[in-house]
């Protein structure tokens, strides 16, 4: 006997006081969340990024000569970047973890219904107390640990405890599975409930019970690199090797020169005769160290950290909570989107599509549908839309007929129940005998599935084809039907309904198609998704037929596609590796698939070569998004889901998946223009030193000017080129693969093309002046330092639309943060060359020179404007 509003009587449930009692003894129903890591191992592991570790070892020669030249300048521009860069990574994943566990926190006002008082009453999940009478629907989350009161064909999903999709449960001792991991009559925290409902009383709660026991072992950690971390190892070792090698054929022109071929070391008898010689190579092993430091981009780190970091503040505004920084990136890598059906492709709420009656009274069809149900609805407020509570089924039919403006709850309570028969997924229908107040006598009402239920009906052989055709129809198009039936039995005394029901003679009321929507916006979300080049399979525990058909309404599956584009779960699982490698690109939809089927799926994925983002929302998705490089959970998602992904969706909608591919990529696309950027600077400046030190004695740069290009002009264009905003156009490309190298060939031409282009202007510049009369005078010092850095200046606004060819004042305004840090360089240099005296080895220039300056280093911009917009007139051609 199942417990509706009438006969849930028998149990009187807790009082407000014994559940005061049970809370100060048994503790309150949440999880100890995991142990989050102390704030210091979070900061430290930010020390693991590579070129973080190559500033480290630069920052300790610079303190070693910095220690014996008394100047430490460097060392602490040094220092100041590496902080920077860790900072700033450490405060926003520690920002993302405290938005996160507020997320888990709204989890826990789940509503459960429990009866307290003697009436049944819905509770947050988080007030269920130990001795708490729970009732339990299809589709529920078990709230806590307890053992079974009753049973009406219930069926629980374990998987996250126990790898069984559906365990059965009974309160029967003849039906107990001696197999069972759990006993049959005892039902656990944190599993759902697959079909049929029953009622609980709670034994134990929060870290208690069962899943508190194992959420300790559950929180393993996923090691896979990230693509993006794959591309920064390379490049920091490429630059590396540069950098070191450089350096090192400088160190040994200079040392043979100088040292070896300059001093008789014959004639060395005492230190003092040493000195000399040692002082010359200490030199020239500080400028080769100077040479290390400029190569190594320090403004990377922080460039990648930045852009990650704004774009999780962004992304949040899209309804993105992202919790682990990298999988902004990832996401702009990915080429395989594994996404479940409910929820995220579909609305997540049953609703009656079309009702098809037979019988023209309206009051005997909402008698019928009200009577026989063990759903509930209700309104909060006058005027608010009602909710359901209960089998989502038979809670769309209740909302249907409050649509029509029926009560539905008074009609139910006028309706006295004599006997009742639970819907059973054996038997196929539910049936419930009443006292109708409509029909002044006892009526049988019955609803099931329409074949069964048309059999007890006298129906010609006519009506039954023209609603067999209507069905099919229906479940063409994914939708589930129900047939309602009525018996009037004037005072009869029989009671039992199943016999009442096999008797047959029922009055056909008519058929209802019940289905979960698609979102209006997903179609379009998933179009856009593949015009990127990236393939959506949808893996979802539902039947072949409802799969196949929502991926038909989103666009998904097309005419041309077969049998191979589409695989069950337990058929997927026969397939050995090598034919499940086979196929595993091929497959569109993947039906009635369990946990594991979808881990392996992931993992077969990535076997060929695919970057994969799964969604999911149960616990059970949990091992596949731990897998996945980038797992979305859903916001309305269980905790442990969301635990195990690494972005949360908080609108749970496929829509937002398209939105975080296009913040992934344009965020590549920024981090590949700040490196077309600094290695350009970079370039330009190591082969100056180089190449400046044999044409004069003076080193064309000194070490304080070369640490405000580096530092500066690093992270000012740092923040410019992080903040540039996402442009839909990267959703017209395809993926890239994660094995490409970051620096693509035209971003090599660009920066070896400009690179060399400056070089050859400030290497006549430095000849020049050599040859003149008086050679390097200060005055000519502080012009070449002011050229080289208003050179880079008009650049930034080149890299700024690398890549396109757009102008580079598009957009401007929208790059929060371009116009102040021009700004910002501007009055740096004005105020280092007018005020910078000795330390920066600078002379005040008049403002004649300053204009000539400013005005001959722009023609790089203003080349720059011409070339795109010869590309731009192309193009237009070409349209």
């Known amino acids: ?62 303190l070693i000569i910095s220690i014996m030249e008394n100047e430490y300048a460097e060392t602490i521009g040094i220092i100041f970047a590496i902080l920077l860069a860790t900072g700033i990574g450490f405060f926003f994943e520690y920002d993302a973890g405290k938005k996160f566990d507020l997320l888990n926190a709204v989890n826990e006002e789940t509503l459960v219904k429990v009866v307290r008082n003697g009436k049944v009453q819905q509770v947050p999940r988080k007030d269920v107390v130990v001795g708490d009478i729970v009732m339990l629907e299809t589709g529920e989350e078990v709230p806590a640990d307890g053992s079974l009161l009753e049973a009406i064909s219930l069926q629980v999903n374990e998987s996250n405890l126990t ?84 350096a090192g054929l400088a160190f040994a ?25 040692l002082q010359a190579t200490l030199q020239y092993f500080m ?120 009560d539905c709850m008074a009609l139910r309570e ?95 009321i008519g058929i209802v198609a019940i289905s979960d929507p698609i979102r ?34 989103i666009g998904l599956w097309t005419p041309e596609d077969t049998e191979r584009n589409r695989i069950t779960g337990a058929d997927f699982a026969a397939l050995s590796d090598e034919e499940a490698l086979d196929r595993v690109m091929d497959l569109k939809v993947m039906s009635r ?31 596949a998004l731990n897998h996945a490089q980038v797992g979305l959970s859903m916001g309305t998602g269980t905790s442990v889901a969301k635990e195990a992904s690494d972005i949360t969706l908080l609108d749970d909608s496929f829509n937002s998946i398209g939105t975080a591919v296009m913040w992934g990529r344009s965020l590549y696309k920024n981090i590949q223009r700040f490196i077309v950027f600094q290695l350009t600077i970079n370039f330009v400046a190591l082969f100056i030193v180089l190449l400046g030190s044999f044409v004069g004695t003076e080193l064309p740069l000194t070490v304080t000017q070369m640490l405000w290009v580096n530092l500066i002009m690093d992270t000012f264009a740092a923040l410019a080129l992080a903040s540039i905003p996402p442009s839909e156009s990267v959703m017209e490309e395809k993926p890239r693969s994660s094995s490409d190298f970051i620096i693509t060939r035209p971003m090599r031409y660009n920066i070896l093309g400009m690179g060399l282009l400056f070089l050859v202007v400030l290497m006549g510049m430095l000849f020049t002046f050599h040859q003149l009369e008086g050679g390097m005078t200060p005055r000519r010092l502080t012009v070449f330092f002011t050229f080289f850095v208003m050179l880079q200046f008009w650049n930034l606004f080149n890299a700024r639309v690398f890549g396109t060819a757009d102008s580079a004042f598009r957009n401007i305004s929208k790059s929060y943060g371009m116009e102040l840090i021009v700004a910002a ?41 011409i070339v795109r917009l010869v590309k731009r007139l192309k193009k237009k051609k070409l349209k």
């Open 1 to 62: 006997m199942a417990i509706t509003k009438e006969n849930h009587h028998h149990y009187a449930g807790l009082t407000d006081e014994e559940v005061r009692r049970s809370r100060t003894e048994h503790g309150i129903n949440l999880l100890t969340p995991p142990k989050r890591p102390s704030l210091w191992k979070l900061y430290l592991e930010k020390f693991e990024d590579p070129v973080v570790r190559v500033l480290l070892v630069a920052a300790l020669f610079s």
């Open 287 to 406: 400028m080769a160290v100077t040479l290390i430091v400029v190569a190594v981009p320090e403004g990377l780190p922080m460039s990648v950290t930045l852009s990650l970091a704004l774009n999780m503040r962004r992304m949040l505004a899209t309804n993105n909570l992202v919790r682990k920084m990298h999988a902004c990136e990832t996401m702009g890598a990915i080429t395989v989107i594994c996404t479940d059906k409910t929820g995220t492709l579909t609305q997540n709420l049953m609703q009656v599509q079309e009702g098809r009656m037979e019988v023209d009274d309206e009051e005997l069809v909402a008698e019928s549908i009200c009577a026989n149900s063990t759903a509930f609805v209700e309104t909060d407020a006058p005027g608010e839309k009602p909710k359901g509570v209960g089998n989502p089924t038979e809670v769309a039919l209740l909302l249907w007929l409050a649509g029509k403006g029926k």
């Open 414 to 508: 006028a309706a006295q129940v004599t006997s009742q028969l639970t819907f059973s997924t054996e038997r196929k229908y539910m049936a419930t005998l009443v006292s109708s107040p409509l029909l002044k006598q006892q009526v049988l009402y019955v609803k099931g599935a329409p074949e069964i239920v048309m059999q007890k009906c006298d129906l010609t052989a006519e009506t039954k084809q023209r609603y067999e055709a209507e069905l099919l129809g229906y479940q063409n198009k994914a939708m589930r039907t129900l047939a309602l039936a009525y018996k009037p039995l004037g005072d009869t005394k029989e009671t039992d309904c199943a016999a009442l029901v096999e008797n047959g003679g029922l009055t056909f």
């Open 593 to 623: 698939a369990r946990p594991t089927d979808k881990q392996r799926l992931v993992q077969l994925l990535q076997k060929k070569g695919a970057v994969v983002a799964v969604t999911g929302d149960g616990t059970n998705d949990a091992p």
């Open 253 to 277: 022109v200079f040392f043979v020169k100088d040292v070896l071929l300059h001093y008789d070391f014959s004639s060395f008898h005492t230190f003092r005769d040493w000195m000399p010689a």
């Open 163 to 246: 790898g069984e999709p559906v365990v059965n449960k009974t309160t029967v001792e003849a039906d107990f599975d001696s197999e069972a991991t759990y006993p049959s009559n005892h039902v656990l925290r944190g599993t759902t409930v697959v079909d049929g409902h029953g009622v609980m009383k709670v034994e134990a709660v929060g870290d208690a019970t069962e899943i508190g026991k194992v959420a300790r072992q559950s929180s393993e950690q996923n090691t896979e690199p990230t693509p993006l971390n794959i591309q920064l190892t390379k490049l920091a070792n490429l630059i590396g090797k540069i950098g070191f090698t450089v």
């Open 825 to 865: 360089i501007l009055v740096g240099q004005f105020l280092i060359v007018q005020f910078g005296g000795s330390v920066f080895r600078t002379v005040p220039l008049d403002a004649l020179t300053w204009l000539e300056i400013i005005g001959s280093t722009s023609l790089v911009l203003w080349a720059g404007e």
């Open 520 to 553: 209006p916006d997903v179609p379009a979300a998933v179009q856009k998704c593949r015009s990127a080049g990236i393939s959506v399979k949808i893996v979802t525990g539902d039947t072949p037929g409802t799969a196949t058909e929502i991926a038909r309404q």
